[in-house]
């Protein structure tokens, strides 16, 4: 993996990509920091995976085909809320199906996405918000065809191709937000949840009910878990998506069907705390972004987190 990591940085420098935005970027990190470091609290240390092996039966979480989004936070509690400042890089890589490639509109196509974002998150007895903006580039820079290579090679699994053919160097430039408010009956939580999300990859809105027994796993509770708690939880709602060709594959006006519609998704988790550690595991069946596309995605995801108390 190293050899191909300094091909690729000899062939396409990364600086050339992320000179764009780099100032944006610094600035970004300068006022987390400044407003981590005013706020007297601990740190969280956030892990998330997303990938093929947290799905379960036939592997079609092709669509998202590998995501990493490490993050580093603050956190201030008192009796009734929480407040969170996480500052983080994340990488996504997106492919059609590995082992038959289509051409768009039919599939995805390879792109790679590598950038840093800063999160704020607040948290009552009833209900959290965030908000997320994100500062990265696509394409070759983003290192997605090494990475993919080495997981591959890692496991055994068969090698990807066409990376050749990978969306070309692009910034990548997003704001998102989500909240959710619930109610206890009994030990079940009952909620609505939304979130939106705009920028230069993609721009969806989604809402959704949810119901959950035991610890809300959907985010990760900042505050301090005493003893063991286990919870499972399932929600479902509507997801509305639009995008610019980055990661449908579709050209303007090749009268592709349903990008602009509202589909259905489903999804449900598992979580496990002990002390200053938790994990969740999830999964999401969403609605076909596009008619032409061949299967509906499935989204697994995985999420370790420590808060030491």
């Known amino acids: 993996m190293v050899g191909e990591l300094a091909k690729i940085a000899g062939r396409e420098p990364i600086a050339e990509y992320l000179h764009g935005i780099a100032m944006p970027l610094i600035g970004l990190v300068v006022v987390l920091l400044w407003a981590a470091s005013s706020l007297s609290a601990q ?42 400042l996480r500052l983080g890089v994340i990488q996504a890589l997106f492919t059609p199906d590995l082992l038959y490639p289509l051409d768009p509109p039919a599939d995805r196509p390879f792109a790679g996405y ?27 820079a983003a290192l997605g065809e090494p990475m993919q290579r080495f997981i591959h090679r890692l496991f055994g699994f068969i090698e990807p191709p066409s990376w050749d053919r990978q969306l070309g160097p692009a910034p990548w430039i997003a704001a998102s937000g989500s909240f959710g408010r619930w109610v206890q009956a009994g030990p079940v939580r009952l909620g ?84 200053s550690w938790a994990a969740t595991v999830s ?17 697994g995801s995985a999420v370790v987190q420590w808060t030491p108390r």
């Open 43 to 84: 740190t969280l240390v956030r892990l998330q995976v997303d990938n093929d092996a947290m799905v379960l039966g036939p592997r079609h979480d092709r669509d998202y085909t590998h995501g990493i989004d490490f993050s580093v936070g603050r956190r201030r509690c008192t009796a009734g809320e929480c407040r969170v």
């Open 114 to 140: 590598l950038g840093a974002h800063g999160s704020l998150e607040h948290w009552t007895d009833r209900g959290t918000w965030q908000l997320t903006a994100t500062l990265g580039a696509r394409g070759p």
């Open 192 to 275: 609505a949840l939304g979130r939106a999300e705009t920028g230069t990859m993609r721009t969806l809105a989604e809402v959704g009910a949810r119901a959950g027994v035991g610890p809300d796993a959907r985010w990760l509770d900042p505050r301090p878990v005493q003893g063991f708690h286990a919870g499972i939880a399932i929600e479902a709602g509507q997801r509305w998506f639009a995008s610019d060709a980055t990661l449908m594959g579709v050209a303007g006006g090749a009268g592709v069907s349903g990008v602009h519609e509202w589909r259905p998704w489903i999804g449900g988790d598992a979580s496990l705390r002990f002390g």
């Open 283 to 299: 999964m999401r069946w969403l609605g076909r972004d596009f008619d032409g596309q061949e299967s509906a995605p499935v989204v």
